[in-house]
């Protein structure tokens, strides 16, 4: 299996002071930073956009290899997922996370483009690659995950996902529930992939990671749990604790 990483989600941070908050979090341990775009469209909430990534990027210094440390995983909760693509890039996004259910739009490459380009997950992957970074598809909780094996095992050329997102809340807070309905998805995956970076994303905590990582789960997001905890890095050292052992 794939290493360990946890990947805070900043939802939770003091967006009052978030450059620091990445930072510390960083400092306290954590391997990427998962930063959550909500549009108030995809999903009934709404957080930021490409500048204030542009402004978070200089507190945590680029990771030198795919996956490494201090990697911006950003979990694009948004309609029209290619529309922001160049844009995110250049905020300084290595990792882009894109909904499945937005990834089937007629959407403009850039705000100012002219050219509309239907897309699809398949050829929105190799959109993304082609601009250098690496892609990464997410599934909601109403998704099956059999929409998930044509991509991964058919994809335009060669073009794969970097990784595959399962939801275990619905898109759009953080603070919410752990859903264990989702994991038989995980463990589908994981059967078929053993080396396939396969992320979880809400309700994780001290308490859920365990059947997370038995699912077999490697990248781990935690937005409550580790932004309101005391000691963050003992949560971040737990939530690795689980997953490696
Ligand atoms: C929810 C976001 C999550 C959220 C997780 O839509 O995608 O990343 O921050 O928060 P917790 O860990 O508190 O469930
Ligand atoms: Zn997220």
Request: net charge negative; with cysteine; hydrophobic share 40%.
């Amino acid at each position: 299996s794939p290493p360990a990483i946890i990947a805070p989600s900043i939802l939770s941070a003091d967006f009052g002071a978030l450059g620091k908050a990445c930072s510390d979090t960083i400092a306290q341990g954590a391997d990427w930073l998962h930063v959550d775009i909500m549009d108030g469209h995809f999903v009934p909430n709404m957080t930021f956009g490409a500048p204030v990534v542009t402004k978070i990027r200089p507190h945590v210094a680029r990771p030198t290899s795919a996956y490494g440390k201090g990697t911006f995983d950003c979990h694009m909760m948004i309609a029209e997922p290619k529309r922001w693509v160049r844009d995110f890039k250049d905020a300084g996004c290595d990792l882009y996370c894109f909904h499945y259910e937005a990834a089937f739009s007629t959407a403009a490459e850039s705000p100012s483009g002219t050219s509309d380009s239907k897309t699809s997950p398949k050829e929105l992957i190799k959109y993304i690659h082609s601009l250098g970074i690496q892609a990464g598809i997410a599934i909601k909780p109403s998704t099956s995950v059999d929409v998930l094996w044509d991509i991964i095992e058919n994809p335009v050329d060669k073009e794969r996902p970097d990784m595959v997102l399962i939801m275990t809340v619905e898109p759009g807070f953080g603070g919410q529930s752990f859903m264990a309905s989702e994991l038989p998805k995980v463990s589908a995956l994981r059967a078929k992939y053993p080396e396939l970076h396969i992320e979880v994303d809400g309700g994780l905590s001290e308490k859920t990671i365990p059947q997370a990582a038995d699912a077999g789960a490697n990248v781990i997001v935690a937005g409550s749990a580790v932004f309101g905890a005391s000691d963050p890095s003992q949560v971040i050292a737990v939530l690795r604790e689980a997953v490696e052992s």
